[in-house]
């Protein structure tokens, strides 16, 4: 399939996208750099029709699919939308696995072969609400795939992905290049899929420069963000040094004994008992599917089994009589699954002002110090433009930042991070990442942070949690690595 962008120019609500001149030859796969901003929905947009754009693209003959983050978040929409469990006598965990991916082929052998293709046979009846990040990322390749398509838009698809599943991710993808045509986005050096020789590169949504890999490994823009990343990092971590304070807690902030979560047809994790103390700060570790989202939810009240297990936290006794807001309000939490339930269509000034009420949407009076303090973040974001623009109307990895800002704003005495860097862009990442990394230095808040990716760990972060399946038991046991103040 051959596709030729000429003077191209489209837009979102938000964002647009120029492409001046751009020829994807037969057969050619092509990997994209974005600076900053979500190209990959943009280009996906373009060539499924979805979006209008000014200039011409044309096409021979072909099948076009995508994969985003926006699609999976569309898709759980609909899920959400279709919740049954007020009319059963359980929890609608969502349309199964098979189905999805069954009802884009209407061939139950592609079916087999996608779901045992991209480890999925095991999730086969699991519904889709029960998932994790990494396992949700991968059926959604999968229903892409079911439509046989002749070309693929796959935006970052390793985000949310373990290791051991980046790496089975990559070979599959290697061998359906032969086939298939891709452009892949990434915004990680380190997701450049090795098979592809060519290189779009945009800048603030334009498309800046064609090139093959030798010419990318030289080309300056890596270091230019890291360096703009760094000085906005440090006018982030001045506002939140200005608002400091320290917790009231003696120790331990949290104690889980003997924790176990177990559903009717399988356990995911038992015998975990883990202590945190003041000022350390967690790295939690494991593969997708684990239960790491899962412990971390348990500590912010937000799974029902955290009221079934043996939990101290801030001094109390997990279901002794304390509210799930007394709980709360010492918490700051970044995760996908709060990023796909934030669903009402608040401003973004507002979104950052539920942080200090720890409630999805806002329907609190802030004071003045605390609007004041909202719009200093959305002026350190680069965002002021957006203080009154609809959270639902921002691209992904904007709607993203905003939620990290609305969990540091408290400046609490947990935060929590469930792969917080989830649709960022470069730019954004690195922003994110320095600032973490000031926080855990400075115990400004006391970190517990899941990311599947080396180059993401954090210097100041000294203790691990690691998930480790017991072949014995057919289920995750707690590996703790715990390096103690002196």
Not at 52 to 74: C, D, M, N, P, W
Not at 364 to 385: C, D, F, G, V
Not at 415 to 427: A, F, W
Request: charged share 25%.
């Amino acid at each position: 399939m051959e596709v030729r962008f000429d003077q191209v120019t489209a837009s979102s609500a938000i964002s647009a996208v120029t492409i001046d001149n751009w020829v994807i030859a037969h057969n050619q796969s092509w990997a994209v750099f974005s600076s900053e901003g979500d190209i990959g929905s943009l280009l996906g947009g373009l060539l499924c029709n979805e979006l209008s754009f000014t200039g011409a693209i044309k096409t021979s003959h072909g099948k076009v699919a995508q994969v985003s983050l926006v699609e999976q978040q569309r898709l759980l929409d609909e899920e959400i939308a279709n919740d049954d469990t007020d009319f059963l006598d359980r929890i609608d965990e969502g349309t199964r696995v098979f189905d999805l991916i069954h009802e884009n082929s209407q061939n139950e052998s592609l079916t087999r072969t996608l779901i045992e293709d991209l480890d999925l046979t095991h999730l086969a009846d699991s519904g889709f609400r029960v998932l994790s990040t990494g396992e949700t990322r991968r059926v959604m390749l999968a229903r892409a795939l079911a439509t046989q398509p002749d070309f693929v838009v796959l935006d970052n698809p390793f985000s949310g992905l373990d290791v051991a599943h980046r790496a089975s991710l990559a070979r599959y993808l290697a061998t359906l290049s032969q086939t298939v045509q891709m452009i892949v986005t990434f915004a990680r050096e380190e997701d450049m899929p090795e098979w592809v020789d060519h290189i779009a590169l945009f800048n603030h949504g334009k498309l800046d420069g064609l090139m093959d890999k030798n010419a990318w490994n030289s080309h300056p823009v890596i270091a230019q963000l890291k360096a703009q990343s760094q000085e906005q990092s440090e006018h982030m971590m001045a506002l939140i040094r200005r608002h400091q304070h320290s917790t009231p807690f003696e120790n331990p902030i949290f104690e889980l004994k003997d924790g176990h979560v177990e559903y009717t047809t399988k356990t995911i994790f038992s015998d975990v008992s883990w202590r945190i103390d003041k000022g350390q700060h967690w790295h939690v570790k494991g593969p997708n599917g684990c239960g790491k989202s899962t412990l971390l939810g348990m500590i912010f009240g937000d799974h029902p089994q955290c009221y079934s297990n043996d939990i101290h936290i801030f001094g109390k006794q997990r279901g002794s009589g304390e509210t799930i807001w007394e709980i709360k309000k010492h918490i700051g939490m970044v995760s996908s699954a709060l990023h796909l339930q934030y669903r009402v269509n608040c401003s973004a000034l507002e979104v950052i002002l539920s942080g200090f009420y720890d409630s999805i949407g806002l329907y609190n009076q802030p004071t003045i110090k605390e609007r004041e303090l909202a719009k200093e973040w959305m002026a350190i974001l680069h965002m002021s433009q957006y203080i009154k623009t609809p959270f639902r109307k921002l691209e992904y990895g904007q709607q993203r930042l905003l939620l990290i800002a609305r969990a540091i704003v408290k400046q609490p005495t947990l935060l929590i991070l469930d792969e917080p860097y989830q649709g960022l862009d470069y730019l954004g990442r690195r922003l994110m990442k320095n600032t973490l990394e000031l926080i855990a230095k400075e115990n400004l808040s006391q970190l517990l942070y899941v990311s599947h990716y080396q180059d993401d760990e954090l210097a100041s972060i000294h203790n691990t949690l690691t998930f480790v399946f017991d072949e014995k038991a057919k289920c995750y046991h707690a590996a703790l690595e715990t390096v103690r103040k002196s």
